[in-house]
């Protein structure tokens, strides 16, 4: 793992976006990495902005601002558009098809389109399931830093409900990607 990892996700509240960075910080606890979080969102309850940052490393973290995220996961178009250019050219951007219409084709890193809402809605019938999905694929490109296993038991940990949905969810994203 490189000194400093950079993950930021970010969409509109109600999608899990505060929720995942917890997970990939508990998960980073539990293998021994230092680990910060930012969250930021909106006065709305749900469909408001939602930022989450996590820095991880074996290292002291100096500060817990992510400005050149490896990996950002964005679940709005609005989103994409205002991180897209602070994923330098080695990073990856994931996003949802069904939530970015506008893919910049410009940008040198590497882009995946993970359609978690489309999978979420095929094998469960509930858009409730895509953060899962999404998570998964996420855990699937982060495979050097953090263990699959580890990754889906803090999620299952933080969000307890629908365990084996959430389960199948996170494999599905994992196997996509």
Request: charged fraction near 25%; include cysteine; proline fraction near 5%.
């Given at each position: ?6 993950i930021v ?150 969000i307890p ?17």
């Amino acid at each position: 793992m490189k000194d400093r990892l950079e993950i930021v996700a970010s969409g509109f509240g109600g999608q899990g976006v505060v929720r995942l960075g917890q997970t990939i910080g508990e998960a980073a606890v539990k293998q021994g990495l230092r680990v910060t979080m930012l969250k930021s969102h909106g006065t709305e309850m749900r469909g408001g902005y939602v930022r989450s940052q996590v820095v991880l490393s074996e290292k002291q973290i100096d500060s817990p601002m992510c400005e050149n995220p490896d990996v950002f996961l964005a679940l709005s178009s609005a989103a994409y558009n205002r991180f897209k250019d602070t994923v330098p050219a080695n990073g990856i951007i994931i996003y949802d098809p069904a939530f970015v219409d506008n893919v910049d084709t410009s940008l040198p890193c590497k882009q995946v389109p993970v359609p978690a809402k489309e999978i979420a809605m095929e094998h469960f019938n509930r858009p409730i399931f895509s953060n899962a999905v999404a998570l998964g694929a996420m855990a699937k490109l982060l495979q050097e830093a953090l263990d699959k296993e580890t990754v889906l038991d803090s999620f299952l940990e933080v969000i307890p409900k629908y365990k084996a949905e959430n389960r199948k969810a996170f494999e599905y994203g994992f196997e996509y990607s």
